[in-house]
């Protein structure tokens, strides 16, 4: 059974239905980062302007260059997955899969791109002290005693400690349960002053300072649960990356086992090419509002 | 029959200028990714820097939408739609701002 309009042009609309149904589905995008980015301007205008919760500037945690890089990665995919089109319309696989392909290298880029950014956030730490002050680095060790007295190391940890009175009262997210211990000490690479190079092994550069249980309120590396701003952070760029990953997915099948239709039915190929182009172009668009928005304001 | 050289709305010369149209798009956006992150550097208060950001990214956003999805030049019951889209992302945006007034957080 043969699907109709997706090549001639239904009469009443003038258009092949899947132009139709790839804007209105992206009409309901539209409404869904719509919603997050309304998330966002009500965490930022709500947040306190003094103490450990107050908004954050984007530059203060995340990587500008790598940020702009990223914005200019999405944008030569873009051009790309047009040129691709073009190639089809003017019937020249070749050129075809050869923009598509440079499409999706982008695409991969990008999520490699931005694996490495949230990477570089799990690994970086935020000591709140008592003082209400905020040490940063990178963790060399959390030291704990245990009931019975002895020491345990942890040289890593994915979640959030809260400390009263240097006794652990809550533990997120890492294996081990540890609230009820004793917080012997941290011992953190803190960060260079901002606009010196950043050092990232633990072994070498800055030396390791220790802070004590009983200055600690709370020890978290940067996760969603760090803050409101690393919150609306990762939910915005991963359910952006994840709309990366399925265009990038398309966009390869397309070129690969969807090939097969140049030689059954070109115009066909040509429509889907491009609608899954519009879808492409939408997600360039979001990212087009996210990277000043979280990285530059 | 089904075989078309090319779209059936465009000959080729207009089609041929379009792509080069997009391909000046895409200088225009580079150069407006940079203008965006070195015009961010400049101190004009939180609220100047974001209606400077949300400017340049509202024009880069229309380069896309008008020129890479083509919207320039398409066809009736599209823009029908999309006034839809864009009043409902407008009494979005409203109706958060609107709720701010009510202090609740």
Redesign the interface.
Known sequence: MDIPYT?T?RRD???YNS??GI??FL?SE??LF??L??SY??LR??APVTGPLVWPLGSDYLN?PIG?FN??VL??S??TV??SW?SL???DVKKFKFYMGVTVICGVMFLCIKSYEYHEKFIHYGILLNDQTTVKGHLEEIVVKEKDGTEKKYSSWNGALQIVNGVVTQSTFHNDQIADRELSYVLIHKDPPIGKHHAVAKEGHAEATKIYGNQIARVSNFGPWYHPFFAIYFTLTALHALHVFGGMMVNFYLMTAGIGMFKT????LTNRVEVSG?FW??V??VW??L???LY?? | MSDHTHDSHHDVAHFNHHIRVCIGVFLALMVLTVVTVLVSRVHLGTAGNVAVALFIATGKALLVACYFMHLISEKKIIYRVLIFTFFFAAGLVFLTLWAYQDHYF
């Not at chain 1, 039915?265 to 066909?268: A, E, L, S, T």
Request: hydrophobic letters at 55%.
């Open positions: 090549v042009p609309t003038g258009l132009k139709i804007w209105l009409s539209v409404m719509g919603a980015f309304c301007i009500l205008t709500s500008i702009t914005t200019a944008i030569t873009s051009i047009i040129l073009a319309v003017r019937r039915d070109p115009q066909h519009l172009h939408f360039d668009l087009i509002f990277f000043p928005v530059l304001l």
